[in-house]
């Protein structure tokens, strides 16, 4: 149902407009009541000065529950997981995802993944189940699309000496076909008829094995990050000729490798918050490596060292210097968008590490283009 656009303003602005606005009809209420019952939270940001909605002065009818329901029934989908996502991360209401009946109801998204990985130490067995088949449902959507940056990175180089009976867009021919067809050519309608279409083949090249090792600070900032780093690795785990490893880390270092083809165990395992030591977890690292020229250590982190930054620095010059690639990564998710300890960074990469952020998807073109030896 779409609604005019006083009515959308009306709905912004809250009860405070209510009289100078044209009523509501009864499907725009309840839409007003159920961002009554969310956005009414603002007063109480303690020190925050925002505007917008303001809240009604009318007792709250409302649950999660039945919140989560009325949103569901009331609102576009593209409204949806904004709430949601409010819900969870501007106001904290953790019933959302800690609440049986609100988890067999909810869709499953990335916003609700982030908040069940924040709050899975509060519940009991029944609603870590439920929350399980949330994680599990989100993890396979992301690996479906990730899957696909991945292979497309690894495919082989194009091969224009050879043909392939293959037909895909990306290998066709353009002018070998147009040669091939050209005595096909009508006057009349000015068109080339196709007869045969031709397609380059593809290199399929044998690589050394390589190792990826990615090291990801899981305090609570780095959350997003986690859970694509560990859907990343469990991509690259399928790659013939690369070995991925997957460390976690804040006080302690925890190694993941075990876990990293079943990115549902290795995120339910993960444990957000705590210290950072990055020099700690960077010298563990460094144990792995067993061929310096063939190895990636991708460090995701926002450089906010904890431990000691000297030790760090350390660390990465002398992976650097033995030939290891370094790459520092204050951002691994679709938005990149990092916020980090700049002068740490910028000592890191005077010591020869890779600055800066990237997409999964840039990550494994990275990773593909060493390996290829591109």
């Known amino acids: 149902m779409s609604l005019d656009a006083l009515k959308r303003w009306r709905l912004v602005l809250g009860e405070a407009a209510e009289g100078a606005m044209p009523g509501l009809d009864d499907h725009a209420r309840g839409m007003d009541a159920a961002l009554d019952w969310l956005y009414s939270r603002e007063k109480d940001l303690a020190g925050r000065d925002v505007g917008g909605r303001l809240g009604g002065h009318g007792p709250s009818v409302l649950n999660v529950p039945d919140w989560i329901d009325q949103v569901h029934k009331l609102f576009p989908s593209e409204c949806i997981e904004r709430l949601e996502k409010d819900a969870v991360e501007r106001y904290e209401i953790s019933e959302v995802v800690t609440c049986p009946e609100v988890l067999r109801r909810i869709e ?42 991945v292979r497309e990175a690894f495919s082989g180089l194009v091969d224009r000496r050879r043909r392939s009976r293959l037909a895909m ?22 068109k080339v008829v196709l007869e045969e279409a031709l397609f380059f083949a593809r290199v399929k090249r044998h690589t050394e094995r390589w190792q990826i090792i990615l090291v990801v600070d899981q305090s609570g900032s780095m959350v997003g990050s986690v859970i694509h780093s560990a859907i990343t690795a469990a991509c690259l785990w399928s790659i013939p000729g690369v070995r991925a490893h997957l460390v976690a880390f804040d006080t302690e270092v925890v190694d993941l490798t075990s876990d990293v083809s079943d990115p549902v165990e290795t995120l339910m395992k993960v444990q957000l918050g705590g210290g950072t030591d990055i020099a700690k977890a960077l010298a563990y690292a460094a144990q792995l490596v067993e061929a310096p020229r063939r190895t990636i250590v991708a460090l995701v982190t926002d450089f906010y060292e904890g431990g000691n930054a000297a030790r760090l620095v350390q660390e990465v010059r002398e992976l650097c210097q033995q030939g290891t690639t370094v790459l520092g990564l204050a951002a691994l998710d679709p938005e990149a968008k990092p916020a980090y300890d700049r002068n740490l960074a910028q000592r890191l990469a005077d010591e020869g590490a890779h600055i800066g952020a990237m997409t999964p998807g840039e990550l494994a073109q990275f990773v593909a283009d060493k390996v290829k030896g591109r």
Request: aromatic share 4%.
């Open 108 to 149: 499953p998204n990335e916003t609700l993944l982030r908040a069940v990985l924040r709050t899975k130490h509060l519940m009991n067995p029944e609603v870590l189940a439920l929350a399980r088949e949330l994680v599990a449902k989100v993890v396979q959507q992301l690996l479906e699309k990730m899957q696909g940056q």
């Open 169 to 190: 867009a990306r290998n066709f021919d353009f002018r070998a076909t147009l040669r091939k067809n050209l005595d096909r050519y009508d006057p009349k309608t000015r």
